[in-house]
């Protein structure tokens, strides 16, 4: 009878650390099968494709220019598109994503007229170190998911800045006789939000 109850003695935390051990692996279990994400849904991009917002690609050419940009008029009219050194580039409104494609539009405001650079880059990289030279010593200042470089002088008598997109190939430079308008004019510009950028925005 001692035997046997020593045997129950042996067996019982045994039997408790098995039962322990059977729950936290059954609760690991689940917990990485809630980890697992399902399929990402589909959205609609800006050129109407149905696909995951990964998925989604950069806006090209001038029709991607002016989803990004819609106060460029349509077909760019009035505009004058400006070629780029060293990077491709072609003024046919057909860029592709490997290409670079920007165009100069002056835009009326406040009894003067301001003069609107709109930039599609070759890629985020090439726009982001081409606007951090054109504003060297310039501190960008952080603008929802854009970088604002304000020059702190003019330059051949224009007051320039430049708001780049950090995580897209886009960005557009204001010039204009005076800081006031140079602000004023990046205060009314419209522009995409940086997530709507490849995504149209629901509904």
Same mark, same amino acid.
């Given at each position: ?8 003695? %042996? ?27 399902? !399929?990402?849904?589909? /959205? ?5 494709? %149905? ?28 505009? $004058? ?24 539009? !002056?835009? @009326?405001?406040?009894?003067?007229? /301001? ?7 070759? $890629? ?13 010593? /310039? ?14 002088? !003019? ?6 800045? $430049?708001? /780049?997109?950090?995580?897209? @190939? ?7 006789? $005076? ?21 149209? @925005?629901?509904?």
């Amino acid at each position: 009878m001692l035997k046997r109850w020593r045997a129950v003695i %042996v067996l019982l935390p045994l039997l408790v650390g098995i039962g322990v051990a059977a729950s936290i692996g059954a609760s690991m279990l689940w917990a990485d099968d809630a980890d697992e994400a399902g !399929p990402e849904p589909d /959205v609609t991009c800006w050129d109407r494709s %149905v696909a995951p917002a990964s998925e989604c690609s950069e806006p090209t050419g001038l029709v991607g220019l002016r989803w990004v940009y819609p106060g460029i008029p349509a077909r760019a009219a009035g505009c $004058t598109p400006e070629g780029r050194t060293g990077e491709r580039g072609r003024e046919d409104g057909q860029a592709g994503a490997g290409d670079t494609l920007a165009y100069v539009c !002056p835009l @009326p405001l406040g009894g003067d007229e /301001v003069r609107l650079l709109y930039t599609r880059h070759a $890629t985020t990289e090439a726009g982001l170190e081409r606007t951090a030279r054109r504003h060297e010593g /310039v501190e960008p200042e952080e603008d929802a998911g854009r970088l604002v470089y304000r020059g702190a002088r !003019p330059e051949r008598g224009r007051w320039s800045l $430049t708001a /780049v997109y950090a995580d897209h @190939p886009f960005s557009v430079t204001v010039e204009a006789a $005076t800081a006031r308008l140079r602000d004023l004019a990046l205060s009314e510009l419209v522009s995409r939000a940086p997530d709507d950028v490849t995504v149209r @925005p629901a509904g």
